[in-house]
C-alpha cells in the first residue's frame, strides 16, 4: 500500500514506487497505474513498429523522427510516463558514444501516444491533455484497444482540436504522420468474430 | 451458395426488429444494441434529472429546453438513438406528434460503454457535425469523464474533459453549474488490483 503523501511529491517518493507499477509526477502528485496489460503493451509495440521504420529507419516513409518506448520524461515539474513518445530529430540532442546519459529526456515531445487501460483513461483524458498543451505538443493520439478506437488531436490556436477518429479496417492518414497512411489494422488487429452488435440488414 | 447482394438498410429493416431492442442506421448499415444494462440506464436518468430541473423546468435554471430520453432522430438517411438529446424551444416550439423527430437537437449526451463507444466516437459525431449539433457531451459512467466538445466550423474542439474532482459549467448548459458526482447513480467502484 503507497503511503499517502500530503506534500508536494518528490522525485524520491517516486523511486520508491514499487517496481510493478509506473509512477509519475503530475502538478506535484504522485500517481501510479498497473503496469499496461498485454492488450496495451501490444498495442504500444505495433504502433512503435508501424511507425519506426518509415519515420524513424526512414524505410518506405521520410524518415526524420526519433521514437521511445515509455520513456521519463522530465517537464517542468513533472515527470511523466507516456507510452510511446516521438520527437523531430533535430529537437533532440545527439547522443555521444562513450558518454554518460541521463536517465530521462527533458524535451517535450513532438507526438505522444497513449494508450487506454482502465487504470488510465482519465488521466489520458483530462491531466495529460492539460499537461502536453501547456508543454507546447502539437499531437496527441489515444488509442483504446478495448473499444479499437483511435482519435487523433493536434493543439491548436489554444485548443485541442479533433482532427479524425479511426475504427475498424480505416485508413490512418493522421497528423503528424500523414506522409504514410496505413490500416488501422496495423496498430490494433481486428477481431477474429465479427463486431458485437453488427446485424446485417433482414432480407 | 450465392451471398445475398448487400443492400443499404431501411426503416422496415429498424421496424421489423423485436420489442424492446435499439436500432440505428448509420451509413445505410443497421446497428442493433439491447437494453442498456443497470448503470447505463441509470447515468442517462441522472443527466436528466439534473439537467431536466433547470432547463426544461426552470427550476433553479433558465428553461428554455426541452429533453427527450433515447429519441429516434431522423437525420436525412441516418437513424439515430442518441441516449439524450436536447431542443432549444424556440428551434422546436412543439413536440413532434410522429414516432420520430427530424429536427436535429441543439445538443446529444451519450454515454459511452464498451460495445458503443466506436461508433459514438467515429461515426455518430460525424453526423452530428454533419446536422451542426455544436456541443455533443460524451459521458463514461465506469470511467467517470463527461467530455465536452464543439464544433468550430465543421471540426471538433475538445472544450474540457470533466471529473468528480470539479464543480464545473460547460456549454450549452453554462447558466448552471453541476458537480460531476451528482451524476452517478452508484459509489465509485473499490480500486481493482489490475
Known amino acids: 500500500m503507497l503511503e499517502h503523501i500530503s506534500r508536494p511529491a518528490a522525485y524520491a517518493d517516486l523511486v520508491a514506487v514499487p517496481e510493478h507499477l509506473v509512477a509519475e509526477i503530475l502538478y506535484d502528485e504522485l500517481v501510479t497505474h498497473p503496469r499496461p496489460n498485454p492488450r496495451g503493451s501490444r498495442a504500444a509495440a505495433r504502433i512503435m513498429g508501424a511507425l519506426v521504420g518509415p519515420f524513424d529507419i526512414g524505410v518506405g516513409g521520410p524518415g526524420g523522427w526519433i521514437f521511445h518506448d515509455e520513456p521519463e520524461l522530465h517537464l517542468g515539474s513533472h515527470v511523466v510516463a507516456p507510452d510511446v513518445a516521438g520527437w523531430r530529430v533535430e529537437r533532440l540532442p545527439e547522443i555521444e558514444p562513450g558518454t554518460d546519459v541521463d536517465a530521462f529526456i527533458d524535451t517535450p515531445p513532438d507526438w505522444f501516444c497513449e494508450v487506454i487501460s482502465p487504470s488510465t483513461e482519465r488521466r489520458d483524458r483530462t491531466t495529460k491533455f492539460k499537461l502536453y498543451a501547456e508543454f507546447h505538443v502539437r499531437h496527441y493520439w489515444l488509442i483504446n484497444p478495448a473499444t479499437r478506437v483511435l482519435e487523433v488531436y493536434a493543439h491548436c490556436d489554444g485548443a485541442w482540436m479533433l482532427v479524425s477518429t479511426y475504427s475498424g479496417d480505416d485508413t490512418v492518414a493522421a497528423p503528424p504522420f500523414e506522409a504514410c497512411p496505413m490500416p488501422l489494422t496495423h496498430f490494433l488487429p481486428l477481431p477474429k468474430r465479427a463486431t458485437e452488435g453488427e446485424e446485417p440488414p433482414h432480407g | ?194
Not at chain 2, 434529472?49 to 426544461?56: D, L, R, S
Open chain 2, 1 to 194: 451458395m450465392a451471398e445475398p447482394a448487400k443492400r443499404n438498410a431501411t426503416y422496415g429493416d429498424l421496424l421489423a426488429l423485436p420489442e424492446g431492442v435499439r436500432g440505428e442506421i448509420i451509413f445505410g448499415s443497421l446497428y442493433v444494441e439491447p437494453s442498456p444494462a443497470p448503470p447505463h440506464g441509470s447515468a442517462q436518468f441522472s443527466i436528466s434529472v439534473e439537467i431536466g430541473g433547470p432547463f426544461q423546468k426552470g427550476r433553479g435554471g433558465p428553461g428554455g429546453w426541452w429533453f427527450m430520453i433515447t429519441p429516434e432522430l431522423h437525420l436525412g438517411p441516418h437513424v439515430l438513438q442518441p441516449d439524450i438529446a436536447g431542443w432549444r424551444r424556440e428551434r422546436m416550439p412543439t413536440l413532434p406528434t410522429t414516432a420520430y423527430v427530424d429536427t436535429a437537437p441543439d445538443w446529444v449526451c451519450e454515454v459511452l460503454s464498451p460495445s458503443t463507444e466506436g461508433r459514438d466516437r467515429g461515426a455518430k459525431r460525424r453526423i452530428y457535425a454533419t446536422y451542426g449539433i455544436g456541443h455533443p457531451w460524451y459521458l463514461h459512467p465506469v470511467e467517470r469523464y463527461l467530455e465536452v466538445s464543439a464544433l468550430r466550423e465543421g471540426s471538433w474542439v475538445l472544450i474540457d474533459t470533466f471529473d468528480d474532482a470539479t464543480e464545473f459549467r460547460a456549454p450549452p448548459f453554462e447558466a448552471v453549474a453541476f458537480r460531476l458526482a451528482d451524476l452517478w447513480p452508484i459509489p465509485p467502484a473499490p480500486p481493482s488490483s489490475t
